[in-house]
């Protein structure tokens, strides 16, 4: 495994997002979902740093048959609890690859009424995007290796590597 983002440029993207976040939320009292389990690190990191009002939710989704189609095999396995209707609400996931789910939880979204639905993702990987989704708010953009490490798994493992990694063919 080889290290693609060190903790110095990680907290450097922390604090840009947050600088942008703030400047768009500040009075709106969002609410914010994370999208479990992958973003569990990036929003603990990111909403520390925003000191104004937000509500902090969370949503499970998984993906099902053959991620390979576009037909948006997603299923949402935990719903959200906030009253949306009205509300701000900011997305945040670690990563958009297919864009699949998040393409899927915005028409989910969407339903409630919200007053806006924006997303935060800490890493882009559009050479495997299948459906478009717009990102707000990115931290960098990725190639298309296997991502691992700080909220990110392979087969349930390296979550809890602090840094962004790649993991290798040698593992
Ligand atoms: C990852 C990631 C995104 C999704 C992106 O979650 O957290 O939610 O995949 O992929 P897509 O753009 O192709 O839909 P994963 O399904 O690996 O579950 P996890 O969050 O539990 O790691």
Redesign the pocket.
């Known amino acids: 495994m080889k290290t693609l983002l060190i903790t110095p440029q990680i907290e450097a993207a922390l604090n840009r997002l947050a600088g942008e976040i703030s400047r768009d939320y500040k009075d709106k009292n969002p609410v914010v979902i994370g999208?479990?389990?992958?973003?569990f690190i990036f929003l603990s990191d990111l909403v520390r740093r925003l000191d104004f009002d937000i509500e902090i939710d969370f949503a499970i989704?998984?993906?099902y048959g053959d991620?390979t189609k576009s037909s948006g095999s997603?299923r949402l396995d935990r719903r959200y609890t906030a009253q949306l209707r009205g509300r701000h609400v900011l997305v945040v996931?670690?990563?958009?690859?297919?864009?699949?789910?998040?393409n899927f939880l915005f028409g989910q979204i969407w339903k409630d009424h919200p007053a806006s639905v924006k997303l935060c993702a800490l890493l882009d990987k559009p050479s495997?995007r299948k459906v478009p989704v717009e990102i707000d708010y990115l931290g960098f953009t990725v190639p298309d290796d296997f991502i691992i490490g700080y909220g990110?798994?392979y087969a349930g493992r390296y979550r809890n590597l602090p840094e962004i990694c790649v993991l290798g063919e040698e593992g």
């Open positions: 999208i479990l389990n992958g973003s989704l998984s993906s991620k997603v996931d670690d990563i958009v690859d297919s864009g699949l789910t998040l495997r990110m798994d």
